[in-house]
């Protein structure tokens, strides 16, 4: 049985699952049409899908939606809505059936392109299933990791009218404990703040999280009496004309200029400070209400894209199983939707499952571009070239096998540089026109994750993903001040053998020949672009200066004239 699971919403993406029922390629429409963060049908990830298994559309057996299980609230749900109503004050309520009636809208959107679709390929409607977004989130971290049993927490935006939930689990079998509405959702605070300080929605998340590590939490600011946790939920209270818990402005008794006003009488990185404060101080607490120590937990949705807030929920219980789900926001939701239609419990081990492109598809790229080239027969000889240009604080791009699927670069494409140079990150920040506040990530072989990384588990499979932050040792601060942030912690790739031979060799041939355990790791793109996919995006890397050189597929040097 072949099974296609696929979105259209924020972070189009596609998957497929083969006759032996593993799931063998994943990838998001982004890195195709390079429109970042694009929403719409991912008709190339769809393309590419069945010409990796020669097979035409019709031969697809089930088709799974999983942006959204349906237009409007199951009977369920609607039951929560209506008793959550009850309890609010007349502002309160009209603000949610606002946030009600927008919701119902986007679903109505997204599903009705996605019906265009299917009736335009003519696809019998017995094929077609929806899923549930939340439950796609949690079945894309059950099928990532190894564990039978546990807790699941599942938390972004908005989804299936939910903004987070909590789940159990138990081999395929999944049970939803309860859910927190789209009107206590605490994704759509950050986002505000993301707006609030000049930044994109749902894109920029990140450099407040990065910003906040500059700044204190300040108790007397208003965003501070939004959340808490009571009777085991999330609750959001408004504070009228000044936040409401979405993006629509405007039209809903909003001002966002009000909102703006507010935080300008504080700095932004006191602003994403408190920010952060706020949501590591409620997941905490809901965490520890609603999850038992000794159970495994795994982590799931566009939420747990925060680093800072995963270690704050390690700290619960150092000694629990954690996990995130590595493609944790929407792009990830289709290996959920696999997941409940396959009969066995493959785990999808790595994140290594887009496109990858022959020596002769790159070299015909390298010469229309007329990019100077060499090509090694001897590992050996390419990395000691390789390493004498990092030593020179030179950027090198990698493009090798197939391109990661997910948020995060994994050493397929990536570029690399030293770490060891405290002021490299505001280098590499102006090459790829870059604004982050955070340094960039370091990747280190397994063998000297506890030397390098305090409270570092054995069983921590989260941080072969860079979904995590630790605390890092006295040595490794000193010897490396380009991979640690300002708090004196980093977001590690760790690598193991098993994932990714070729460049585990590379790395242990470079601290062999250099003494150093670790070196920097960014995605391969440029400021408000996609990762890079084919042969020619990695080019117009090079030739735009966002690095130096490129090892195509372990054993091509490509280089600027």
Same mark, same amino acid.
């Given at each position: 049985?072949?099974v296609l699971?696929?979105?259209n919403?924020?972070?189009?993406?596609?998957?497929?699952c083969?006759?032996?029922?593993?799931?063998i390629f994943?990838?998001?429409?982004?890195?195709?049409?390079?429109?970042?963060n694009f929403?719409?049908m991912?008709?190339?990830?769809?393309?590419?899908?069945?010409?990796?298994?020669?097979?035409?559309l019709?031969?697809?057996?089930?088709?799974?939606?999983?942006s959204?299980?349906?237009?409007?609230?199951?009977?369920?749900?609607l039951?929560?809505i209506?008793n959550?109503?009850?309890?609010?004050?007349?502002?309160?309520?009209?603000v949610?059936?606002?946030?009600l009636?927008t919701?119902?809208?986007?679903?109505?959107?997204h599903?009705?392109?996605?019906?265009?679709?299917?009736?335009?390929?003519?696809?019998?409607?017995?094929?077609?299933?929806?899923?549930?977004?939340?439950e796609?989130h949690?079945r894309?971290a059950?099928?990532?990791?190894k564990?039978k049993?546990?807790?699941?927490?599942?938390?972004?935006?908005?989804?299936g009218?939910?903004?987070?939930?909590?789940?159990?689990?138990?081999?395929k079998?999944?049970t939803?404990?309860?859910?927190?509405?789209t009107?206590?959702?605490?994704?759509?605070?950050?986002?505000?703040?993301?707006i609030?300080?000049?930044?994109?929605?749902?894109?920029h998340e990140?450099?407040?999280?990065?910003?906040s590590?500059y700044g204190?939490?300040i108790?007397?600011?208003?965003?501070?009496?939004?959340?808490s946790v009571?009777?085991k939920?999330?609750?959001?209270?408004?504070i =009228? &004309? @000044?936040? #409401?818990? !979405?993006?629509?402005?405007?039209?809903?008794?909003w001002?966002?200029?009000?909102?703006? %006003?507010? /935080?300008?009488?504080?700095?932004?990185k006191?602003v994403?400070?408190?920010?952060?404060?706020?949501?590591?101080?409620?997941f905490?607490?809901?965490i520890?209400i609603?999850?038992?120590?000794?159970?495994n937990?795994?982590?799931?949705?566009?939420?747990?894209?925060n680093?800072?807030?995963?270690?704050?929920?390690?700290?619960?219980n150092?000694?629990r199983?954690?996990?995130?789900t590595?493609?944790m926001?929407?792009?990830?939701?289709c290996?959920?939707?696999i997941?409940?239609?396959?009969?066995?419990n493959?785990?999808?081990?790595?994140m290594?499952?887009?496109?990858?492109?022959?020596?002769?598809?790159?070299?015909?790229?390298? =010469? &229309? @571009?007329? #990019?100077? !080239?060499e090509i090694?027969?001897?590992?050996?000889?390419?990395?000691?070239?390789?390493? %004498?240009? /990092?030593?020179k604080?030179?950027?090198?791009g990698i493009f090798?096998?197939?391109?990661?699927?997910?948020?995060?670069?994994?050493?397929?494409?990536?570029?690399i540089?030293?770490?060891?140079?405290?002021g490299?990150?505001?280098?590499?920040?102006?090459?790829?026109?870059?604004?982050?506040?955070?340094?960039f990530?370091?990747?280190?072989?397994?063998?000297?994750?506890?030397?390098?990384f305090?409270?570092?588990?054995?069983?921590?499979?989260?941080?072969?993903?860079?979904?995590?932050?630790?605390?890092?040792s006295?040595?490794?601060t000193?010897?490396?001040?380009?991979?640690?942030h300002?708090d004196?912690?980093?977001?590690?790739?760790i690598?193991y053998?098993?994932?990714?031979?070729?460049?585990?060799?590379?790395?242990?041939?470079?601290?062999?020949a250099?003494g150093?355990?670790?070196?920097?790791?960014?995605?391969?793109?440029?400021h408000?672009e996609p990762?890079?996919?084919?042969?020619?995006d990695?080019?117009?890397?090079?030739?735009?200066?966002?690095v130096?050189?490129i090892?195509f597929n372990k054993?091509?040097?490509?280089?600027?004239?």
């Amino acid at each position: 049985m072949i099974v296609l699971s696929l979105t259209n919403n924020n972070e189009a993406s596609a998957s497929i699952c083969d006759t032996q029922k593993k799931i063998i390629f994943a990838a998001s429409e982004e890195r195709f049409n390079r429109k970042k963060n694009f929403s719409g049908m991912p008709i190339n990830s769809i393309n590419f899908l069945l010409n990796k298994l020669n097979i035409s559309l019709n031969k697809v057996d089930k088709i799974i939606y999983c942006s959204h299980e349906s237009i409007y609230p199951s009977k369920k749900i609607l039951v929560q809505i209506k008793n959550e109503i009850k309890e609010l004050n007349s502002y309160d309520k009209k603000v949610f059936k606002k946030r009600l009636k927008t919701e119902i809208e986007f679903n109505r959107k997204h599903i009705n392109i996605f019906k265009k679709w299917v009736k335009s390929k003519s696809i019998d409607r017995a094929k077609i299933f929806y899923m549930d977004h939340h439950e796609a989130h949690a079945r894309s971290a059950i099928i990532c990791q190894k564990r039978k049993s546990g807790h699941i927490i599942t938390a972004d935006g908005k989804g299936g009218f939910t903004s987070s939930a909590i789940w159990k689990f138990k081999n395929k079998n999944l049970t939803c404990i309860s859910r927190n509405s789209t009107f206590n959702s605490l994704g759509y605070l950050y986002g505000n703040i993301t707006i609030g300080l000049g930044y994109k929605a749902e894109r920029h998340e990140g450099k407040i999280t990065g910003l906040s590590s500059y700044g204190k939490n300040i108790s007397k600011m208003c965003i501070n009496n939004i959340f808490s946790v009571k009777k085991k939920k999330i609750i959001a209270r408004n504070i =009228k &004309k @000044k936040f #409401i818990p !979405f993006f629509l402005r405007g039209r809903n008794n909003w001002d966002v200029s009000l909102f703006k %006003k507010e /935080l300008k009488k504080f700095t932004s990185k006191d602003v994403a400070a408190t920010a952060q404060n706020v949501l590591e101080k409620i997941f905490v607490k809901y965490i520890k209400i609603n999850v038992p120590k000794t159970s495994n937990l795994l982590l799931s949705g566009g939420i747990f894209a925060n680093v800072k807030l995963n270690r704050k929920i390690k700290e619960i219980n150092t000694y629990r199983y954690l996990f995130v789900t590595p493609p944790m926001s929407d792009c990830g939701l289709c290996l959920g939707g696999i997941h409940k239609f396959i009969k066995n419990n493959h785990i999808v081990k790595n994140m290594y499952l887009g496109p990858e492109f022959s020596n002769y598809e790159i070299i015909k790229e390298l =010469k &229309k @571009k007329k #990019i100077k !080239f060499e090509i090694f027969k001897n590992e050996d000889e390419i990395n000691q070239i390789i390493f %004498k240009k /990092l030593n020179k604080k030179k950027l090198v791009g990698i493009f090798n096998g197939k391109m990661e699927f997910g948020p995060r670069a994994l050493c397929n494409r990536s570029i690399i540089f030293s770490a060891k140079y405290k002021g490299v990150n505001n280098i590499v920040n102006k090459r790829l026109n870059r604004t982050e506040f955070m340094p960039f990530a370091p990747v280190c072989l397994d063998k000297f994750s506890f030397q390098n990384f305090k409270n570092f588990k054995k069983w921590d499979d989260l941080a072969k993903f860079m979904t995590i932050t630790y605390k890092c040792s006295k040595k490794f601060t000193i010897n490396y001040p380009a991979a640690c942030h300002v708090d004196k912690t980093a977001r590690p790739q760790i690598l193991y053998k098993n994932d990714n031979f070729w460049f585990y060799k590379l790395l242990d041939s470079f601290n062999k020949a250099t003494g150093e355990t670790c070196l920097m790791n960014t995605s391969f793109n440029n400021h408000e672009e996609p990762v890079v996919c084919k042969p020619k995006d990695a080019i117009n890397s090079l030739l735009n200066n966002n690095v130096d050189y490129i090892i195509f597929n372990k054993n091509i040097l490509a280089y600027k004239i």
